[in-house]
């Protein structure tokens, strides 16, 4: 068996000791004797499985009492309609910062169901920065203002968050989640589908403040009802089992490995490694303004278009796979979610020391 070093955007690398466990569990759970996919999501021991994923969350993102936890399905994708139908209920109005392809569709989503406003954009530069925000740009009457923490196909994210008074913060962290520790009092909701930086595609995670749960919009379906799988503490239907059993044993792994502090340690001396070859590489550049540079997704582009094909396919071929950018950016992109190793990045930077030097 070889691994290869997965640089996908997603889904993504899991830990191997997850992996390997989910292995060994895999014909006998715990001596129950079937497999986590086979057992009824109202057994005794998937309760345990899915409470146990829910408090160690909790832990490892410091989550307060007041915010519900709600495992649910249909990516965060489906919680872009979610968000409006859910929250933009008072003056059925919401303000959104585009800062990518996944704040524009939250944004055309919430659109449909009432009064949003684009508040600002960095399209102009092709999303290679953040905008700067300030309370005055902020409607103090919308219901929520929507942000997206960690853009992952344009590499940029928030290195402090807009100050939005007393309107709640709405945040997509789909690619930044678990990276390093956040304050989630400073939010009335977060968001993240687990195949960047969690687990298996499947589950997508809602963290909401208690008190923002009312009524939806009448026309909201019942699986897009919060408050219905809020309380039902995600068992209305059935949940998907097998995903919040794998993110389950990410989060003892990050756990087990000091917690998200220690985490973000590690994911800073990571993306150092590669923008620091990056910064100082004639041949290879960055493409986001320093300052607003994502730790776990980093597209780079060499000046052609030749170089860079030739550079994705010889990197494939010596085990740095995915490597390939975005359509709309071009060029590479390398994701170095939590789970890839250390060693991976140092080998991909000595990798591309050495193509410098044979194409220059
Ligand atoms: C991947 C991603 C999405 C889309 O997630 P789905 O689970 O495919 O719906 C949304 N937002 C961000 C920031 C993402 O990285």
Redesign the pocket.
Do not use: E, H, M
């Given at each position: 068996m070889s691994r290869v070093y997965n640089f996908s955007?997603?889904p993504s690398m899991l830990p191997e000791e997850v992996l390997k466990t989910a292995a060994e569990q895999m014909l006998d759970y715990n001596g129950s004797g079937m497999s986590v996919m086979e057992m009824s999501h109202r057994s005794k021991v998937f309760e345990e499985i899915i409470q146990t994923a829910e408090a160690d969350l909790r832990e490892l993102l410091n989550i307060p009492d007041n915010y519900k936890v709600l495992f649910l399905q249909?990516?965060?994708?489906?919680?872009?309609a979610m968000i409006p139908l859910n929250l933009m209920t008072k003056n059925k109005k919401a303000d959104y910062v585009i800062t990518?392809q996944?704040s524009k569709?939250?944004f055309s989503e919430a659109q449909k169901y009432g009064n949003a406003r684009k508040v600002a954009s960095s399209e102009d530069k092709v999303f290679n920065y953040i905008p700067d925000l300030d309370k005055s740009m902020f409607d103090p009457e919308a219901d929520y203002v929507h942000i997206?923490?960690?853009?992952?196909?344009y590499g940029t994210r928030y290195t402090t968050l807009p100050d939005t008074g007393d309107v709640p913060l709405v945040a997509?962290?789909?690619?930044c989640i678990l990276s390093e520790p956040i304050d989630v009092t400073k939010y009335g909701m977060i968001y993240?589908?687990?195949?960047?930086n969690v687990g298996p595609?499947g589950v997508?995670i809602v963290v909401i403040r208690e008190d923002l749960l009312g009524e939806p919009m009448d026309i909201t379906p019942t699986m897009f009802n919060l408050s219905i799988h809020a309380k039902n503490d995600s068992l209305y239907n059935t949940p998907p089992c097998y995903a919040i059993y794998v993110c389950g044993l990410v989060f003892k792994h990050l756990k087990k490995l000091g917690g998200l502090e220690k985490m973000k340690e590690i994911n800073e001396r990571k993306a150092k490694v590669l923008y620091d070859f990056l910064d100082q590489s004639k041949m290879f550049h960055g493409t986001v303004v320093p300052k607003d540079r994502s730790l776990m997704n980093v597209p780079f582009v060499t000046d052609s278009e030749e170089l860079n094909a030739k550079f994705i396919k010889e990197a494939a071929a010596a085990g740095f796979v995915n490597l390939k950018g975005h359509r709309t950016v071009g060029g590479m992109r390398a994701s170095i979610y939590n789970a890839m190793p250390e060693e991976g990045v140092k080998a991909l930077v000595a990798f591309m020391k050495k193509f410098e030097e044979e194409n220059r």
């Open positions: 955007a997603g249909g990516g965060a994708s489906s919680v872009f990518g996944w569709k939250a997206t923490g960690n853009n992952t196909i997509d962290l789909s690619s993240f589908g687990a195949q960047k595609a997508t």
